[in-house]
C-alpha cells in the first residue's frame, strides 16, 4: 500500500511530538531551576519519561494508525478493537497475580495499608481510564484537522466555481453586447451609409477593449468610463431627434478599479427600452464616486416595453448583471429599480474595497 506524506503531514505530526516533548521537559526544567543542576533536571526528565511513556506509546498508536487507517477508512472496528486490546493488556498488567494481602504486608503503618491498597486501586483505574481518554484526545485531533481540511477544499472549490461561473457570464456578455450592436448597425447602414461605417470603426474600438482589456477581474475604471461613453455614442448614432440622451460621468481618482463590463448591460437595456421612434423618449445615465470610495451609478429612461417580435435582446444581460453583482460584490453593492410615470429607474451602489 502506497503512503503518501505530504508537509502538511509532517507538520501535523512534528507539531504532537513537540507537544509531547514538552510536557515531558515541564519536570526537568522546573528541576533545573530549582537546583540549577543539569543532573537533577536529567533525573527528573527520565523519571516523567518512565512514568508517562507507555501514555505517549498509546497517543502515536492511535495518532498514527488506529485513527487514520481505521476509524476514518471504513475499518471502524480496527480502533474499537485495539484499543480494546490495549485496556485489556492495562488491567492484565495492573491486576495479574495482584494479591492484595501481599500489598498491604508491604506498608509498615497499619494505618496507611488500607489507603494505600485504596490509592493502588484508583491509580490503576485513573490510568485506564486515561488510555481511553488518550485515544479519544487522538480522534478529536484527526476530526479537527479534517474538518479544516474539508472546510478549506470545499472553500476552494466554492471559488473555482465562480470563477467559471463568472468567466461563463463574461463570455455571454460579449457576444449578447455583439449581437445588439450589429443588430443596430443593421438598422444604421439603411439610413446612412457613411455613419454606418464609422460605427463599424467604432465598434471595433469597442470589441477590442471588450476582448483584451477585461481578462482581469477589476480593471480602472477610466477605461470602463470611456468605454461606456464611446458605446452611448454608438447607440445614439441610431435614435431620432425625439430622443435626448445625457450622460455625466464624475470620477475624481481613475484608478479606482471595477469589475469590466459591469454597466453596460443596464445602459444597453436603456437604449432597447427607453426609445421610441415616434414620441419623445429620454435617457439619463449618470457615474458618480461618493465620498468612502462609493460608486454609484444610475439611469432613467423612458418605458417603451417591446412586443415578442422585437429580437433586440432577450434579456439575459439584467440577469448577468445582478448575478455578476451577487458573486463579486456580495454584501457590498445595493440595487434599487422602479417604474413610476414612465419612467425606469435602477441606481447600483459599489462599495470598492482598498
Known amino acids: 500500500m502506497k503512503v503518501n506524506i505530504t508537509r502538511q503531514d509532517i507538520a501535523f505530526y512534528g507539531l504532537q511530538i513537540a507537544a509531547w516533548l514538552a510536557f ?7 528541576a533545573f531551576i530549582a537546583t540549577q543542576s543539569w543532573t537533577g533536571a536529567m533525573r527528573a526528565f527520565d523519571m516523567n519519561a518512565r512514568i508517562h511513556w507507555t501514555s505517549a506509546a498509546i497517543y502515536f498508536v492511535n495518532a498514527l494508525f488506529f485513527v487514520p487507517w481505521g476509524y476514518y477508512h471504513n475499518r471502524r472496528w480496527l480502533f474499537w478493537a485495539g484499543n ?42 485513573v490510568a485506564i481510564l486515561m488510555s481511553a481518554f488518550l485515544a479519544g484526545i487522538a480522534l478529536l485531533v484527526h476530526h479537527v484537522r479534517r474538518s479544516m481540511v474539508v472546510k478549506q477544499q470545499l472553500k476552494e472549490e466554492h471559488q473555482k466555481r465562480t470563477e467559471a461561473e463568472l468567466e461563463w457570464l463574461k463570455n455571454q456578455l460579449n457576444p449578447h453586447f455583439l449581437f445588439n450592436t450589429l443588430n443596430n448597425i443593421s438598422s444604421l447602414v439603411q439610413i446612412d451609409a457613411d ?23 477589476t480593471v480602472p475604471i477610466q477605461g470602463e ?53 415616434s414620441r419623445p423618449s429620454k ?11 462609493e460608486i454609484v451609478f444610475t439611469c432613467d ?17 439584467l440577469e448577468n448583471t445582478r448575478r455578476r453583482l451577487d458573486l463579486i460584490y456580495a454584501g457590498r453593492y445595493t440595487w434599487g429599480q422602479s417604474l413610476e410615470n414612465d419612467i425606469y429607474h435602477v441606481r447600483i451602489v459599489l462599495k470598492i474595497e482598498h
Not at 515531558?24 to 522546573?30: E, H, K, T
Not at 425625439?242 to 470620477?251: D, L, P
Not at 418605458?303 to 432577450?314: L, T
Open 195 to 217: 455613419k454606418a461605417q464609422d460605427a463599424i470603426a467604432q465598434l471595433s474600438d469597442l470589441m477590442r477593449y471588450a476582448m483584451y482589456e477585461t481578462r482581469r477581474e
Open 84 to 125: 480494546g486490546l490495549i485496556l485489556a493488556a492495562l488491567v492484565y498488567i495492573f491486576f495479574y497475580d495482584f494479591n492484595p494481602q501481599r500489598f498491604i504486608a508491604r506498608i509498615p503503618d497499619e494505618h496507611h495499608r488500607q489507603f494505600a491498597l485504596a490509592n493502588f486501586y484508583a491509580s490503576s483505574f
Open 225 to 277: 468610463v470611456e468605454f461606456m461613453r464611446n458605446y452611448i455614442e454608438l447607440m445614439k448614432l441610431r435614435c431620432s431627434d425625439k430622443t435626448t440622451v445625457n450622460f455625466q460621468f464624475s470620477i475624481l481618482n481613475s484608478q479606482l478599479e471595477v469589475a469590466p463590463l459591469l454597466f453596460i448591460s443596464l445602459i444597453e437595456n436603456a437604449f432597447k427600452h427607453g426609445v421610441s421612434s
Open 283 to 293: 435617457i439619463d445615465i449618470r457615474l458618480e464616486e461618493k465620498e468612502g470610495r
Open 24 to 30: 515531558l521537559m515541564v519536570p526537568a526544567i522546573s
Open 301 to 317: 429612461n423612458t418605458n417603451y416595453p417591446k412586443d415578442d417580435a422585437d429580437r433586440s435582446g432577450s434579456g439575459i444581460g
